[in-house]
């Protein structure tokens, strides 16, 4: 059985010791966007340089989050959340110091792993910590932090970009890292899982099918997609792929159980963030740029103005929630969906050379309101699409599959960017970003139609296609949100 410990400062301290790691975790996977034109003016690089410096982080923290749970089901969850914190603190001083664009593209692989393997243990150390009746509450602010995170991104990073330098949307994390690891080592309890064995083939293939699949897409415009290296990265990817798939469906104790996918709502609400992500990281990617290189502002001025997109989630998921509900997640996230996609669409059609803010901001009004209202029933019907003992894992495939989306997305979107202009004039970028916003666009309402696809639900949550749902007990390990290879058992 899992033993826990009873050393611990009780609940209050976990909320802010895993929110503020959480924090950490999700701000830097936008938080690069706006430093970017400083940052290729700074360090050099061709585009493609610039998609790994956002892409080494979401790719390496995507592919070892389920990894990176079940190492601390093992070995201790926070020793594991220590070590994770203390690999991300130092990678984040690395890529502050790097003096070129390699050497920083390798600090923010490694920052990936320092966060996949703390990021995933926040949830189940908080509610290790927390009282069955009190974990709504705490669940909520835990997820509200993530999503300030989310929404400040763009904007923290270009002030800091603007009136400092972009080294220190790096040297942030240093200090709040350094003053996370004594109080998580003596005010966390220990826990461990049931110590199954960990999924090693299954981490390899997934890691090594997703690495030659985006690496593919990222060298495809600069070598040709005939080149024999990018074909090579494609094809070796996508092997790597269908036999972490079959190895999946027949292993004991796989990292990600492929028998979740024939449930309707589990494999409908993952295929819509995954496409939602997608959609979503690429047009930001390129955006958050147009702002700065073709319209001129300034950092700072570039992340304020994407406020009414990314920080529209503030506002709004409070009025999804209830929504939801009222009314059942499908047709939320759906409608959120289908906005935006709406929204990237408009400000396709609007970005030129010169345009201004006005003509933009309807675009991403509505495109903020989209993001929003998918954001807040989206994690409800991950949980409710399983039985109470698998959600550690769903949570965990989800997220890995949002991250995994997001460097799709920006693999993706760069490619169709680089085919159809370039950087080289005003002109040349709006000719690449216009069909790449499209194509993003038209991702995400692919988002929406998988969305129309979960099951109906009543007010309770309960899905159609999923068996009914005992209460999580208020005590016992079963409370604990088990996480990757205990889920499984």
Do not use: C
């Amino acid at each position: 059985m899992p033993q826990q410990s009873t050393r611990g400062g009780g609940a209050a301290w976990a909320l802010v010791i895993t929110s503020v790691a959480g924090f950490m975790a999700a701000l830097d996977n936008l938080v690069v966007t706006t430093a970017l034109p400083s940052i290729r003016e700074d360090l050099g690089g061709a585009l493609h340089d610039l998609e790994w410096a956002v892409s080494a982080y979401t790719l390496t923290f995507a592919v070892l989050l389920m990894f990176g749970a079940a190492l601390g089901d093992r070995f201790g969850r926070r020793r594991l959340f220590l070590a994770g914190i203390a690999v991300f603190t130092g990678a984040s001083a690395a890529a502050a110091m790097a003096p070129g664009i390699d050497s920083l593209i390798a600090a923010r692989a490694v920052q990936g792993v320092g966060a996949a393997v703390m990021m995933p243990l926040t949830l189940t150390l908080l509610t290790a910590a927390v009282p069955a009746e009190r974990r709504g509450m705490a669940y909520g602010i835990w997820g509200a932090v993530n999503g300030l995170a989310v929404a400040s991104g763009p904007l923290v990073g270009g002030s800091l970009t603007e009136h400092i330098s972009w080294q220190w949307i790096f040297w942030l994390n240093v200090p709040l890292g350094l003053a996370l690891l004594p109080l998580a080592r003596f005010r966390l309890a220990e826990s461990h899982g049931t110590g199954a064995p960990l999924d090693i083939p299954g981490t390899l293939l997934a890691s090594g099918g997703l690495f030659g699949v985006v690496y593919g897409l990222v060298r495809g415009p600069v070598d040709g997609w005939t080149g024999p290296v990018v074909l090579s990265a494609l094809f070796a990817g996508a092997a790597l792929l269908a036999g972490f798939v079959l190895y999946s469906t027949r292993a004991k104790n796989p990292m990600l159980p492929m028998r979740l996918f024939r449930s309707r709502a589990f494999a409908g609400i993952n295929a819509a963030s995954l496409l939602m992500f997608l959609g979503m990281f690429g047009s930001i990617f390129l955006l958050s740029q147009y702002m700065q290189g073709v319209l001129g502002y300034s950092p700072t001025e570039a992340g304020l103005r994407m406020l009414p997109w990314t920080g529209m989630p503030m506002l709004v998921a409070p009025v999804a929630g209830i929504l939801s509900d009222r009314v059942g997640g499908r047709p939320v996230v759906a409608a959120g969906l289908f906005l935006q996609a709406a929204g990237l669409g408009y400000l396709a059609s609007v970005i030129t050379a010169d345009a201004s803010y006005a003509a933009q901001l309807p675009g991403l009004i509505i495109s903020g309101i989209g993001m929003a209202l998918f954001f807040a029933p989206a994690s409800a019907l991950v949980m409710s699409s399983v039985v109470p003992k698998e959600q550690g894992i769903a949570s965990g495939a989800n997220n890995a599959l949002r991250e995994v989306g997001g460097a799709l997305g920006i693999a993706v979107m760069a490619s169709i960017f680089a085919a159809q202009g370039g950087y080289e004039s005003a002109q040349s970028f709006v000719d690449g970003s216009r069909p790449a916003v499209a194509v993003g666009a038209g991702v995400v309402a692919l988002a929406g139609v998988a969305a129309l696809l979960i099951p109906a639900r009543g007010r309770s949550g309960g899905t159609a296609d999923t068996p009914g749902q005992p209460p999580v007990p208020a005590t016992g390990e079963p409370a604990l949100a088990p996480t990757a290879q205990t889920a499984a058992r």
